[in-house]
């Protein structure tokens, strides 16, 4: 990843912060911009900046300069262009989206009304993550995923932290612009978590190509089929399948002619035969390759494997 890019993205990501927080984590060095994942902050503790080795503190000279409630009021009230009603969807769920592509979690007092989530109060901590994209990553990997000039439905999986998602958005991104070898298809995503395409204001702030249809918010399970009736697909994409109800609606839809690209957490095939939710997806026929994600001296590496019928 150039570094440039790398550090004006921590600087993009510094720049939600409220005003005496945004000093406080400009004093990072920039070889530590470069590799910073997330800003957190914790009401009652110092701000930290998660780096690959950990959490550090980002000033030490200043003892009480501590994270109040407000800071992190305020850091919602910017994020939510100071409407609060606006995002209450998201909220709900325990983030935030901001301009630029960068996802807020937050956590709180939860607000239960008859069992349901419906908002979050009381904030009690933030996490900024600093998303980069890498753009280009699933050139090589791409033609092995088509057979006959046809799009195979296609399996990604790794254990979490080994850019499942981040090779997922670039594979959406060449399906959907097309390549010299491939024509470009109508990919349409589910993005249930909000970090696919990341969208504001209803305009996606990663590159997920331009013939790119995308449901924010919503459950894979009924989403899918909102997708079937209105955007004509012809891949839907989706991340972590998680639920039985994931796999019935993308098994209906693969009926239909639809093809998928999806992730799942799991170390290899043999995880995905041992584990109930998993050998379901297996049983189902629906995908023809998995990609298998590794990584070797600092490297990942992508492996293709086709998947028995």
């Not at 030490?60 to 407000?70: G, R, Y």
């Not at 939860?110 to 993550?129: E, W």
């Not at 049983?283 to 600092?298: I, L, N, P």
């Amino acid at each position: 990843m150039d570094e440039a890019y790398a550090i004006e993205r921590y600087e993009m990501a510094a720049g939600l912060l409220p005003m005496r927080w945004q000093k406080v984590a400009r004093q990072l060095p920039d070889w530590q911009k470069a590799v910073a994942e997330e800003l957190r902050l914790r009401a009652g503790q110092p701000m930290t900046a998660l780096l690959p080795e950990g959490e550090v503190r980002l000033e030490k000279e200043i003892p009480s300069q501590l994270v109040t409630q407000q800071d992190l009021e305020q850091l919602c009230d910017f994020i939510s262009g100071y409407s609060r009603y606006a995002v209450t969807e998201t909220l709900r769920r325990g983030y935030l989206t901001a301009k630029g592509g960068f996802r807020v979690g937050i956590c709180g007092t939860a607000v239960i009304r008859d069992g349901v989530n419906t908002n979050i109060k009381g904030l009690s901590s933030a996490t900024i993550r600093i998303g980069r994209e890498l753009t280009g990553i699933s050139d090589e990997l791409l033609p092995k995923l088509f057979e006959k000039e046809q799009f195979c439905s296609t399996l990604i999986l790794a254990p979490p932290g080994l850019g499942k998602t981040t090779l997922l958005r670039d594979l959406i991104r060449n399906l959907s612009n097309g390549t010299k070898e491939f024509p470009a298809h109508r990919v349409s995503v589910v993005d249930e978590r909000g970090e696919i395409a990341v969208l504001y204001q209803g305009v996606p702030q990663t590159e997920v190509g331009c013939h790119t249809d995308v449901l924010d918010a919503c459950p894979k399970a009924i989403g899918i089929p909102i997708l079937l009736r209105s955007a004509n697909p012809q891949i839907i994409a989706v991340d972590e399948i998680t639920q039985q109800e994931d796999i019935y609606a993308m098994s209906a839809a693969a009926n239909c002619g639809v093809r998928f690209l999806a992730t799942i957490h799991a170390y290899d095939l043999e995880e995905l035969k041992h584990k109930p939710l998993f050998r379901q997806v297996l049983k189902c026929h629906m995908f023809e390759k998995a990609v298998m994600v590794r990584k070797t001296d600092g490297q990942r590496v992508y492996e293709v494997t086709e998947l028995p019928c």
